[in-house]
């Protein structure tokens, strides 16, 4: 347990469906990020949010909108994905103090569009 | 070419040899992070460097600054260790984080 939770674990969704994928972290941390992992592929940053605001967006598609309604939950709200979104979807959380702080992840959320 | 590579891609070992898997990087950082991810995904980090070493109890980690390279040794293998070992660096830039595709370690009996 690193005191960051995703749900649902697991999701399977077609490719015109409306789902939302939610983490929450109870590390009184001020910094929350979602990662997507494909096979073979390195960790891919696609939303950091810094004291509720986001700061980066690396050029992720519009399908995918994230949402931070306070420092502790972050939601990313999915819509119309292709297939090849398909992945596992990872929170982390950290302190923003330094540059030198530890990151704690999720479990993550195994994404499947058919 | 990726900031951060990671060598070897895949390793396999007998219980009780003593492992090295290796990370080199590109960019200016502040710190170092070695994480284990186990088949289920989630992702726990183990060391957190910006210089020198550390230990854990049969994990011991290294970082090299001027030579950009980072070294993440295991003692003692045990099949428990089976998973895949993940490098990733932060930027001294600002809080974006790069990560090495990771080493797939397998421990046999």
């Known amino acids: 347990e690193t005191g960051v939770t995703q749900t649902p674990r697991h999701l399977v969704m077609g490719m015109t469906n409306k789902k939302s994928l939610k983490c929450e972290q109870h590390?009184?941390?001020?910094?929350m990020y979602w990662y997507k992992q494909s096979a073979k592929k390195p960790l891919e940053l696609m939303f950091v949010y810094n004291f509720k605001e986001q700061t980066e967006n690396n050029s992720v598609p519009s399908r995918f909108s994230p949402e931070c309604p306070n420092s502790s939950h972050l939601f990313l709200h999915l819509h119309t994905l292709q297939p090849e979104d398909s992945a596992l979807y990872l929170c982390?959380?950290?302190?923003?103090?330094?540059?030198?702080?530890?990151?704690?992840f999720g479990q993550g959320t195994r994404l499947t569009v058919v | 070419k990726n900031e951060v590579e990671q060598s070897p891609q895949n390793l396999t070992a007998q219980e009780g040899e003593f492992i090295t898997i290796n990370c080199s990087y590109s960019?200016?950082?502040?710190?170092l992070h070695w994480l284990q991810q186990h088949p289920g995904g989630g992702i726990v980090s183990l060391f957190m460097l910006s210089s020198g070493k550390k230990k854990h109890g049969r994990l011991i980690a290294t970082i090299n600054i001027q030579e950009k390279h980072s070294s993440l040794h295991i003692t003692a293998s045990h099949p428990r260790d089976s998973a895949v070992y993940i490098c990733?660096?932060?930027?001294?830039?600002?809080?974006?984080?790069?990560f090495g595709t990771g080493t797939s370690l397998t421990v046999i009996p």
């Open positions: 990733a660096v932060r930027d001294h830039n600002g809080n974006q984080f790069y």
């Open positions: 590390l009184g941390h001020n910094a």
């Open positions: 960019v200016g950082i502040s710190a």
């Open positions: 982390a959380s950290s302190q923003e103090d330094r540059g030198d702080t530890e990151a704690f």
